[in-house]
């Protein structure tokens, strides 16, 4: 392996967990961060699969022993990275995947400029909704919840230029193929020796979901969520 990050963002409801998943499945010498949070455990979730749970007061220690790569208070509970993960993927010889928030994503991207990004969006405001309330009815959650989401995504979604590759999860199995192919590729760009033809298809695939070639697809999406291109962050 090469010993690559992979930052992979999202608003809540696009579907991430799920991508991350399929591409595990696919691409091996992949080790996952799970992040630490102090909210409570929802529905099914498992201590040290979804997130590991802790305290406050533990996450605060965490925080002063400069044990996170990243952190962040969201919605009134912390959320973070810890250093250990990317200090046990280099020393397995493995990539480390990274699902983080946008405000923690900014803070990786610039302490580890090398990492590569990649932001995953919704196709439209209307369908990220009703993946919400879907959603919902599992984690018995209210109305206001699911609009504070939205109201979160539309924020979150500002920020997708500054991410090197855009995947619009609209069919979930060419999204996870899109996904594996970006990891893959990356892969085959630290690598020398001469590209065969299956390698150069991988690339020109992942090459079809960077920042630059995928404005123009982007643009309906904003328009769902009020968000004129001239408002969004650029790089």
């Known amino acids: 392996m090469s010993g690559l990050v992979f930052i992979i963002s999202a608003p809540s409801g696009s579907g991430k967990s799920t991508l991350v998943n399929g591409l595990r499945s696919n691409v091996p010498g992949l080790e996952f961060s799970v992040s630490y949070t102090t909210r409570k455990p929802r529905g099914v979730e498992k201590q040290g699969y979804e997130y590991f749970y802790v305290d406050r007061a533990a996450f605060e220690r965490m925080i002063e022993q400069h044990e996170f790569l990243e952190y962040a208070d969201v919605f009134g509970n912390y959320y973070g990275t810890a250093r250990r993960f990317l200090v046990e993927a280099h020393a397995h010889g493995n990539d480390l995947l990274l699902d983080i928030d946008v405000q923690g994503a900014s803070q990786l991207q610039a302490s580890l400029p090398d990492a590569?990004?990649?932001?995953?969006?919704?196709?439209?405001?209307?369908?990220?909704?009703?993946?919400?309330?879907?959603?919902?009815?599992?984690e018995h959650v209210d109305?206001?919840?699911?609009?504070?989401?939205?109201?979160?995504?539309?924020?979150?979604?500002?920020?997708?230029?500054?991410?090197?590759?855009?995947?619009?999860?609209?069919?979930l199995q060419?999204?996870?193929?899109?996904?594996?192919?970006?990891?893959?590729?990356?892969?085959?760009?630290?690598?020398?020796?001469?590209?065969?033809?299956?390698?150069r298809a991988l690339l020109a695939k992942a090459e079809q979901y960077l920042l630059p070639n995928v404005r123009e697809r982007v643009q309906p999406i904003l328009a769902s969520f009020a968000l004129p291109e001239s408002q969004v962050v650029r790089k």
Request: net charge positive.
């Open 143 to 171: 109305g206001e919840i699911i609009n504070r989401r939205l109201r979160t995504a539309a924020k979150e979604i500002e920020n997708y230029s500054k991410y090197s590759y855009i995947l619009v999860n609209d069919h």
């Open 174 to 199: 060419e999204s996870i193929d899109a996904l594996t192919a970006i990891v893959l590729s990356e892969r085959r760009k630290r690598s020398r020796g001469e590209l065969c033809e299956s390698e």
């Open 116 to 138: 590569i990004s990649i932001f995953i969006l919704p196709p439209n405001r209307a369908e990220l909704e009703r993946r919400l309330r879907c959603r919902s009815e599992a």
